[in-house]
């Protein structure tokens, strides 16, 4: 079933790109120049397409790269949180255990202890 729905969205995505691709092959000069756009010292001829891909692949991941730094407290609280209840879990553990070694087996604990004080 998430094999199908893989494919359901993936299978559209490819078919535009391949569509991009075929009807944007015409080369362009990219100039990392500024100051010589006719004749640059730095450049490159490639298909538009690749400039377009190129430029959405940079967006997807600067944006991952930001949301993984944005995500770093809440990691690091989760961790902290995760020591605490394996910390308090080995407490609760040993006061369990140290409870049984105090109380012998087959005893009921004793109701409450009434109230022995003096009212004038």
């Known amino acids: 079933m998430v094999g199908a729905l893989k494919a359901l969205i993936a299978l559209p995505i490819a078919l535009v790109l391949i569509l991009l691709a075929v009807a944007n092959r ?6 990392l120049d500024p100051f010589a756009p006719d004749a640059p010292e730095i450049g490159l001829t490639v298909p538009l397409f690749a400039v377009i891909l190129g430029s959405i692949a940079i967006g997807v991941i600067l944006g991952g790269v930001g949301s993984w730094m944005a995500g770093g407290k809440h990691r690091r609280a989760r961790r902290r949180s995760a020591r605490d209840v394996n910390r308090l879990e080995a407490e609760t553990e040993r006061l369990r255990a140290a409870m049984a070694t105090q109380r012998p087996t087959g005893t009921a604990l004793a109701g409450p202890v009434p109230d022995r004080r003096v009212y004038p």
Do not use: D
């Open 26 to 31: 015409t080369p362009v000069l990219l100039s």
